[in-house]
């Protein structure tokens, strides 16, 4: 099985960039994981929201195949503990899923299209997070479900 983690646009701030890069490089050793950027609209400045979304929106869908396992992390989406993610990336594992896509959506959020194709919705808090931080919020937790499947001392209960 394959994990990617799809973001819109590049990440901004550089100590944002250093803890990213951080766990895309220990990820690497746990499983085939690959972080997406998908570019941002041209001219959003020229947009509404409703708009952007949808830009947003068929540019992923392009990128999507049809046996892709799609992941909104979205604050309306479940809620899990650090052991209960693991648990699910393992029954991942064993499903035989090529890939699974996490996806973290604009500063608006996800369009109507995005939401009808989702396979599942994930919440990592019910707060707000900007759509940069919960890059490294989600990287971390995905190495600490790695880290609690293979029984090695990063997560304490």
């Not at 594992?93 to 939401?115: D, H, M, N, T, W």
Request: hydrophobic residues 35%; without cysteine.
């Amino acid at each position: 099985m394959k994990v990617e983690f799809w973001v819109i646009g590049k990440t901004s701030e550089s100590y944002l960039n250093k803890g990213i890069d951080i766990y895309r490089k220990r990820l690497n050793h746990y499983l085939k994981f690959e972080m997406v950027v998908v570019p941002d609209v041209k001219n959003p400045k020229n947009l509404d929201s409703i708009q952007l979304k949808s830009k947003e929106g068929e540019s992923i869908l392009k990128k999507l195949k049809n046996e892709d396992y799609l992941i909104l992390l979205d604050e309306k989406g479940k809620e899990f503990t650090s052991v209960q993610f693991s648990k699910k990336l393992e029954k991942f594992q064993i499903s035989g899923k090529k890939r699974v896509v996490f996806l973290v959506g604009g500063a608006f959020g996800f369009s109507p299209e995005i939401y009808q194709r989702a396979n599942e919705k994930f919440s990592l808090s019910q707060m707000t997070f900007s759509h940069q931080m919960i890059r490294l919020f989600f990287l971390e937790q995905l190495y600490r479900a790695m880290t609690i499947l293979r029984g090695e001392p990063y997560h304490n209960e």
